[in-house]
């Protein structure tokens, strides 16, 4: 558990998947329901965390998921409650994954973000990650519309 200005992360995201599916369902047009969760956390590899609120009666704040397999780690989905953005939260969370993939003895952590993700595309690029590729339409909106995916990654100094 990391203390972080009012806010704790912690490595137990199966207590929090229906948190984790509920933020989730607000915050993308395509969600993944606690079952999908479930699933990707029983892949290989996979982990995750969650920040919680620092009040008495701790609020969920945000999660993300992650999977570490041989020499390189991938960043499977990462939500913070837009009530709790602005704080620090998504670059601790990333920094956990980071981690959590040193210790497994991955070279590389990669992730794909949505083009027009402005903010998020700035959060991976301050931390060292750079585009290396592109997926056309790759994401759907509950419109209809598409996007793409920006594919980012980072190697880490050994």
Request: charged share 25%; aromatic share 8%; hydrophobic share 45%.
């Amino acid at each position: 558990m990391t203390e972080l200005d009012g806010y704790r992360l912690i490595g137990d995201i199966e207590t929090y998947l229906d948190d984790a599916a509920a933020l989730h369902q607000a915050i993308f047009d395509r969600p993944w329901s606690q079952d999908a969760l479930r699933d990707l956390l029983a892949m290989s590899g996979a982990d995750g965390a969650v920040v919680l609120s620092g009040t008495r009666d701790p609020a969920f704040a945000g999660f993300v998921l992650f999977q570490c397999i041989g020499d390189s780690a991938e960043i499977l989905t990462l939500a913070v409650a837009p009530h709790h953005r602005g704080r620090g939260l998504a670059r601790s969370l990333v920094q956990q994954v980071f981690a959590r993939a040193r210790e497994t003895g991955a070279e590389k952590v990669m992730l794909e973000v949505q083009d027009g993700n402005l903010a998020a595309i700035q959060l991976y690029e301050s931390l060292g990650m750079t585009a290396f590729d592109r997926r056309r339409n790759y994401y759907k909106a509950a419109d209809g519309s598409h996007a793409d995916a920006i594919m980012m990654q980072l190697f880490f100094d050994n």
